[in-house]
């Protein structure tokens, strides 16, 4: 399989696994894990371009606040009581996550999601990063010693590492700042082979096929309603004919699709089995780099059985293509970039007396 044809489908594993293990509902430590999880980001709150709120009328004027934001006229406030995690999709095929030598040989991050959890509207939003993004990357040798810092393609963060925590821990570094230094306060990396193990974990999925996949699963015929298991779960959600255009954009269509049946399929299994989100966590450990303790999954568990999302709740970054030799590289659209950081972090202040 070509680098470029590796997708969110490992990313999709990863989400699901969290939302899953909060299906379950643990009640045991909250606290801890919520203080845990601030105590773990790097930063408070997003680096946005700052300017000062002035009235005419003194009397009116509302203190500045370091988290405020004035975007097309209006002030934004940060929303301190979001959680963030990035999920991490690795480009290696192995059964097991095995630490190697600091170089280049971590593995590249080939998909790349934020998974927001706001409990002040109790919502799932989740954030794609294009793993071509042209952005900053530290560059490390092979003792880990750093180099300097170059403009390269985000996916490639990760190899810098040791596979296994330094290479998540750059690859959230990265991340971080190329959303202007957003907090994130926790990370999952997954390998590919945990795919079919998630899907069948919960009973497999139902979907009706939006494209014609035939090439890579007999079963996967267009507007046919397939039960997804095991392999057919992977080419659905992975697969994509590159000679098709715009055939990634159909991709996206299925991932969300996918996404909406497999957390209807994980909150059932719950239902039934009140051991399923553990199952699933436990089943893929071995597959899987993360800090997500489990004092945070209990904190987190009782906030998401409620939350919503649905198929508009999956922002992409936009941006355009372009072939740099035999790379690809995907040039950001800022605009794009702080809109979404606007809508997804941020709540605007309508009274500012």
Sequence with gaps: MSRLGKTALIIWASVMTVIAV????????????????????ATTNPQLAQTEY????????????????RYNGEVYDYNEDITTFLIMGIDKDDEKVEEVSEGTDGGQADSLFLLVLNPRNKSIRIIGINRNSMTDVDIYDEYGR????????????????????????YQVKAVSNMFYQLPIHGYAAINMSAIPIINDQVGGVDVTVLEDLTKFDKSL???????????????????????????????????????????EAARNECKVNTNAAVDIFTS??????????????SYL?????????????????????????????????????????????????????
């Design 54 to 69: 002035v009235t005419t009328d003194e009397s009116q004027t509302r203190a500045w606040q370091s988290d405020w934001v």
């Design 146 to 169: 750093y180099q300097t810092t170059v403009v390269a393609q985000i996916a490639t963060q990760h190899g810098f590492g040791n596979g296994v925590e330094k290479s998540c821990e």
């Design 284 to 297: 893929i450990m071995d597959k899987m780099v993360t800090n997500i303790t489990v004092d945070e999954v």
């Design 301 to 353: 568990a009782p906030l998401i059985t409620g939350y919503s999302f649905n198929p508009d709740d999956l922002r992409m970054i936009e941006g355009t293509n372009q072939k740099n030799g035999e790379f690809e590289e995907f040039i950001i659209d800022e605009d794009s970039l702080y809109q979404t950081i606007i809508d997804v972090f941020y709540e605007k202040i309508d009274n500012l007396d």
């Design 221 to 263: 015929v267009k507007g046919a309603n397939v039960h997804l298991e095991g392999k057919t779960a992977y080419h659905y959600v992975k697969s994509r004919d590159t000679s098709i255009y715009g055939s990634s954009d159909m991709r996206l269509e299925r991932q969300r699709q996918y996404l909406n049946g497999f957390i």
């Design 22 to 41: 909060g299906l379950a509902g643990f009640e045991v430590i909250r606290g801890l894990g919520k203080s845990s999880l601030s105590s773990k980001s």
